[in-house]
């Protein structure tokens, strides 16, 4: 019997292909801006949950008062300098970590518990009540997001608390947008229908079978809106209406010290800086998220 070429040409190996998972993790993994991001974002996780042990100063997280050491620059002592009342910068950065991540998830689960439903409402049923949710929406968005929380904590009264309540409450719409327009497109899916047919409710349909499906944009958006609840969060703290003395967060910081600018440069610059990595970093891992995403 003849052999032929091909009868002695070795086998090709089978082609092994990425999971679905494993393949948007590589393409996440190249951009190298969203790693970075992520990185800083996970440092500042860290620095929040154990400031209390890691602080140089424990006691300047509080009004002590060390008047031997006020405006002192850069240091080895004091890394950062220390402020108007002689309190390590330093500390202080670190412990508003905490305060500047809290507001953000605080500001968040508020905005999405608020803006998901209204948007997954209006998109499912549409007719009057489409018009009518999306027409509230219209309204809020008219109004920048800064002076609608700004009128709304003046309202509560200045304090930390008030201030995530209100930019929670002002920071829906952009949700709302999102889940109604991705509604719209999955209500006609296969799965809707098939569900439907199979007597599952309304709220069943829109909570545990359409919701899942346009988790990608929504995650994608509460990442890059993060950034910017922490930065309008620290904007009301420095405009007088949200954190309150001493308490450290970083907008409080600024607006304590820029009296004493260009001659007492850090304690505004390096809460500044804490503000700009921030919400650099949120941006940067919303974008990451974005290639993640991409396939979908």
Not at 110 to 135: F, H, T
Not at 168 to 178: D, E, H, L, T, Y
Not at 263 to 278: H, K, M, N, R, V
């Amino acid at each position: 019997m003849a052999v032929t070429a091909l009868d002695l040409a070795e086998p090709q190996a089978p082609v092994v292909r990425k999971s679905g998972f494993r393949r948007r993790f590589a393409r996440f993994a190249r951009n190298r801006l969203a790693v970075f991001g992520t990185v800083c974002l996970l440092v500042l996780l860290l620095v929040a949950v154990f400031a209390p042990w890691i602080v140089p100063y424990p006691d300047d997280v509080a009004d002590s008062l060390n008047f031997d050491a006020v405006l002192a620059p850069p240091s080895l002592a004091h890394p950062m300098g220390t402020d108007e009342v002689g309190r390590d910068v330093l500390t202080r950065v670190m412990a508003g970590t905490r305060w500047s991540l809290s507001m953000a998830a605080i500001v968040l689960a508020i905005a999405v518990s608020i803006g998901v439903p209204l948007g997954l409402c209006a998109g499912y049923y549409g007719g009057a009540l489409e018009q009518v949710l999306m027409r509230i929406t219209d309204g809020f968005s008219a109004v920048p997001a800064l002076v609608l929380a700004l009128a709304i904590t003046v309202l509560l009264g200045p304090s930390l608390m008030n201030a995530m309540i209100a930019i929670g409450f002002v920071w829906w719409r952009s949700f709302a947008r999102i889940a109604h327009s991705q509604t719209l497109s999955r209500k006609q899916e296969t799965y809707v229908t098939v569900a439907r047919s199979l007597g599952a409710s309304d709220f069943h349909i829109m909570f545990r079978e359409i919701l899942p499906n346009i988790s990608s944009p929504l995650l994608v958006s509460i990442a890059l809106n993060a950034g910017y609840a922490v930065l309008t969060g620290t904007a009301l703290s420095f405009l007088g209406a949200g954190a309150r003395p001493p308490t450290p967060e970083w907008g409080q910081m600024v607006a304590a010290s820029r009296s004493y600018l260009p001659d007492a440069w850090w304690p505004s610059l390096f809460p500044g800086l804490a503000i700009f990595i921030t919400v650099v970093s949120f941006n940067l891992l919303g974008d990451g998220l974005r290639d993640y995403f991409s396939d979908e």
